[in-house]
């Protein structure tokens, strides 16, 4: 199953040179607690980093930092790792674990934004396939009782 099938292609997203404070307002407005953030190159959202809002909270808020001193690309996670829309998702699991990370951009083979996928993105698409699949063996059971009278 690709990635790409799967993952989230509302991304709310900034460019290095948002502002904390309009950075922390899209993220109320859109109800997330991250923004990837992009370079536009030929027409084309590319993603560089990722802030999030405990980077504010860590970076800024709990240095007593002016946040109006701060632009997204001050503090974002500079070490980037992204996922081909077309790897696995099993893959992506593999690879989030291995990094460390709660949430990865979905590039397209030009590096071009497509999506993001998040932890527990992959916890409801995993709980959703368990309970299809909890779901085999009393049906396994009904078709013997009805094929084998």
Do not use: W
């Given at each position: ?11 709310v997203?900034?460019?290095?040179q948002?502002?904390?404070p ?9 109800h ?7 370079d ?16 504010i909270?860590i970076?800024?808020i ?5 946040y ?10 500079p ?10 998702v ?7 674990r ?52």
């Amino acid at each position: 199953m690709p990635i790409g099938e799967f993952c989230n292609r509302s991304v709310v997203f900034a460019t290095r040179q948002t502002r904390i404070p309009e950075a922390a307002q899209l993220m109320r407005q859109y109800h997330v607690g991250d923004l990837v953030v992009v370079d536009v190159l030929d027409g084309k959202r590319v993603p560089v980093g990722i802030v999030t809002d405990r980077d504010i909270v860590i970076e800024i808020i709990a240095k007593s930092l002016d946040y109006n001193d701060f632009k997204v690309g001050d503090i974002m996670s500079p070490q980037l790792v992204t996922v081909q829309k077309n790897e696995g998702v099993f893959e992506t699991i593999r690879l989030m674990r291995a990094k460390g990370i709660r949430r990865i951009p979905v590039v397209n083979q030009e590096g071009g934004l497509e999506g993001i996928m998040a932890a527990d993105d992959m916890l409801d698409l995993l709980a959703e396939e368990m309970t299809e699949l909890a779901k085999v063996a009393p049906r396994e059971q009904a078709h013997e009782a009805q094929t084998r009278v």
